[in-house]
Each structure stands twice: as C-alpha cells, then as structure tokens.
T-cell receptor, first 114, second 113 residues
Framework: DTEVTQTPKHLVMGMTNKKSLKCEQH?????MYWYKQKAKKPPELMFV???????INESVPSRFSPECPNSSLLNLHLHALQPEDSALYLC?????????????FGSGTRLTVV | GENVEQHPSTLSVQEGDSAVIKCTYS??????FPWYKQELGKRPQLIID?????GEKKDQRIAVTLNKTAKHFSLHITETQPEDSAVYFC????????????FGAGTRLAVHP
C-alpha cells in the first residue's frame, strides 16, 4: 500500500459544529503532517507528528486540534471554525521526521464552513 | 525561517517546447529540494527531488539543477506534452528541521497542443 487515505473527501459544516478529519497510511512512515491549502496557493504547514509525538505546531488556532492515536493514523478535530477556514486540508506522510524525504500526500478533504 | 520564492507564477508553452521554473531559498542550511505537480482538484505528487550534495538530477523528460552558492534550484521539462499542464511547486527543507517542507508559491504551466 503506497497511499495516504483521507476521509471524508468533502465536508460542509456550520460554525458551531464539531467534526473530525481522518488520515491513514500503511507504508510504515513515522512522520505525518497536516497542511492547509487555499485556492491557488501553496500548502501551508499546520502540524508535524514525528514518532507519534507532536513536533511542530505552526501557531495554528486552538479550534484545530490534532491527534495521532498510533503510527498509522492522524486525526484533525475541528470545532467552532470560521468561514475563512474553508480550504483543502491535506495529510501527508514521510519515512521519518528526521532527515529529509519527500512526502506522500493524501487526496485531501475539501472543507466548507458555512 | 526559510522562505522560498518561485518564478514565474504562470508559464505558457507550445507542445514540444521546454519549460523552466526557478526557485530561490533563503536558509543556507536547507539541503533537500523536492518538486511537486498538482493537477486541478488533485493531490500534490512528488515528481523529482535533489539533495544538496548533488548538482543535477534527471528523470526522463524532467531534470532539476541546484546552485548552492546562489541558493537557487530549477526544474526543467523538455518536450512538453499537454498532460504536463498543472501547477508545479518547489519546496525546501533543512537538516534537523523535522522534515518541514516550505513550499514556493507555485507555477501554473499550460502546454498548448
């Protein structure tokens, strides 16, 4: 399995809702990432997990809460989002959190906040 | 922190021509430079990468060159085809930086038949 699987593919939520995005990989990668991508913009790093520990939090608002239950799974819990949070949320993984490796990206969750 | 600049923002070529996209980076400690292709509505996909101990790398019609002194690297696509049309992102990461990739702003390449 050489893929990163993200669910759901699309999500529409109200500003008072609580929802979760899920990401799974079975490549044995030990680093996983959440990126946010707005239309016509590059991906922006939100969180890095290395060996299931949060390594980097790029000053993301607390309404985004990451969770890494095990080395294969990465969740992003969403609560009280704003319309400007509407974007494509990409999960990625790489063999290690140390050293430099290319990422394998998931297909993303297209989130719309209404 | 690292800053990656990418040019041009849009590039239009005729099928069969070559395309060149250039990036500069600010952090001299950066040592890994991947390139991603993102088609409309799809995920970014790694197409080629280069490490700082190498000056050039080729994979069929795609090549990447790196000039560490000038802190810039370039993507070269030869014999372009309509299916090469996409947004291309360069990126950089540094040693010991938790493999944190910083992306350039992207280049929208259009290859016209």
């Amino acid at each position: 399995d050489t893929e990163v699987t993200q669910t759901p593919k699309h999500l529409v939520m109200g500003m008072t809702n609580k929802k979760s995005l899920k990401c799974e990989q079975h490549m044995g990668h030990r680093a996983m990432y959440w990126y946010k991508q707005k239309a016509k913009k590059p991906p922006e790093l939100m969180f890095v997990y290395s060996y299931e520990k949060l390594s980097i939090n790029e000053s993301v608002p607390s309404r985004f809460s990451p969770e890494c239950p095990n080395s294969s799974l990465l969740n992003l819990h969403l609560h009280a989002l704003q319309p400007e949070d509407s974007a494509l949320y990409l999960c990625a993984s790489s063999p290690s959190g140390q050293g430099n490796y290319g990422y394998t990206f998931g297909s993303g969750t297209r989130l719309t906040v209404v | 922190g690292e800053n990656v600049e990418q040019h041009p923002s849009t590039l239009s070529v005729q099928e069969g021509d070559s395309a060149v996209i250039k990036c500069t980076y600010s952090d001299s400690a950066s040592n890994y430079f991947p390139w991603y292709k993102q088609e409309l509505g799809k995920r970014p996909q790694l197409i080629i990468d280069i490490r700082s101990n190498v000056g050039e790398k080729k994979d069929q019609r795609i090549a990447v060159t790196l000039n560490k002194t000038a802190k810039h690297f370039s993507l070269h696509i030869t014999e372009t085809q309509p299916e090469d049309s996409a947004v291309y992102f360069c990126a950089a990461s540094r040693v010991g930086g938790y493999n944190k990739l910083i992306f350039g702003a992207g280049t929208r390449l259009a290859v016209h038949p």
